[in-house]
């Protein structure tokens, strides 16, 4: 996927992917990439949040694409929602090189003790 974290903490993280190796057969970024990077990046900020003997895990994602980006870098900046003591949501939005959104998406993760 090619994701690079450039800022990573339980309440705003940002990460890059290129377009490039991500795309559908149309030459635009598959939907399914954007929420991979979404996904990780509300995965690991909960599970930052989550803390030492805890662990983050998804139970719900949900994405709205609106618009679409054929080649260069896009950016997803992760910002917290509600941080509680058994559950994170966090919004993810995912933006091309212009700052023009291509994607809203919203993970909630549950926490709990690590078995």
């Keep these: 996927m090619g994701i690079e974290f450039t800022e990573l903490t339980p309440e705003h993280s940002v990460a ?6 991500n795309t559908q057969p149309f030459g635009m970024v598959h939907g399914g990439a954007y929420v991979v990077l979404a996904e990780s990046l509300g995965s690991f900020a909960a ?4 803390g030492e003997g805890r662990i983050a895990m998804g139970i719900e994602v949900n994405a709205s694409h609106t ?17 509680g003591r058994t559950l994170t949501v966090h919004e993810i ?3 091309d090189e ?14 709990r003790d690590k078995p």
């Design 67 to 83: 618009g679409s980006a054929s080649s260069g870098v896009v950016t997803g900046v992760c910002t917290a929602i509600k941080l």
């Design 47 to 50: 599970n930052l949040y989550a």
């Design 93 to 95: 939005v995912v933006s």
């Design 16 to 21: 890059t992917m290129p377009v490039e190796g």
């Design 98 to 111: 212009a700052g023009r959104r291509l994607s809203t998406v919203r993970i909630t993760n549950f926490l």
